[in-house]
C-alpha cells in the first residue's frame, strides 16, 4: 500500500526573505473538507504569490532536475484551530508537487513511506515542505495548539487521467 519515496519529500528553512503578515482572524472562512481547518485566499496578482511561484518552480527543477511544465493553484493561508488533525491520506491524482510553508512553530507532517517506516518533518516557522504527491501518505497528528500555514500546489500544465467513466482523455489548464 504504502510506496513512497524519501527523495520525493524536500524541506527549505528559511524559505521567505520577505515580511509578510497572517491575516486577521475575520479574514479566514472554512473551506476544506478539514474539520477546523479555515482559510483566505491569496491574490494571485500579490507579491507573495509571484516569489512562491518563480522561486519553487526552481527548486523543483533543481532537486529533481526536473523542468516540467507546472502551474501553480490557488494559494491559501490556512488556521488550523485546536484541535485539528488530518488523517493518512494521499493527495488527489492532479497535484504533481505538494506544497506547505509553515508560518509558525506547530505540529508538522508525518510520511508513511512503508510498514513501520515514516518520516516526521517538524513544523517551523518559515520552512517550506514539498514533496511529490503521488503514492506518498501523508498525515497530520493532533494538534493543540493553532497552527498557520500557506498551501498550495503544482499542477502538470497537461497530463492525462481518466474520467469518471474510465475513458481516458487529456486535461489542460
Do not use: A
Not at 485566499?41 to 500579490?46: A, R, S
Not at 493543540?144 to 467513466?165: E, G, M, N, P, W
Amino acid at each position: 500500500m504504502f510506496k513512497g519515496d524519501i527523495n520525493s519529500i524536500c524541506t527549505i528553512d528559511d524559505f521567505l526573505k520577505i515580511d509578510f503578515k497572517i491575516p486577521e482572524e475575520k479574514d479566514f472562512t472554512q473551506y476544506t473538507e478539514h474539520k477546523n481547518r479555515y482559510g483566505k485566499l491569496i491574490n494571485k496578482k500579490d507579491k507573495l504569490y509571484t516569489i512562491l511561484n518563480n522561486s519553487i518552480k526552481k527548486e523543483i527543477s533543481n532537486r529533481w532536475n526536473d523542468n516540467s511544465d507546472v502551474i501553480m493553484s490557488d494559494v491559501y493561508y490556512c488556521k488550523d484551530d485546536i484541535p485539528f488533525k488530518c488523517s493518512c491520506h494521499m493527495d488527489d491524482y492532479y497535484k504533481y508537487i505538494s506544497c506547505i510553508l509553515y508560518l509558525n512553530d506547530c505540529q508538522g507532517t508525518t510520511f508513511h513511506l512503508g510498514i513501520g517506516k515514516n518520516k516526521y518533518i517538524e513544523g517551523k516557522k518559515n520552512r517550506l515542505l514539498f514533496f511529490k504527491s503521488k503514492n506518498l501518505y501523508h498525515s497530520v497528528k493532533e494538534s493543540y495548539s493553532v497552527r498557520y500555514t500557506l498551501q498550495f500546489h503544482f499542477t502538470l500544465k497537461t497530463f492525462d487521467h481518466y474520467d469518471i467513466i474510465g475513458c481516458s482523455s487529456q486535461f489542460s489548464h
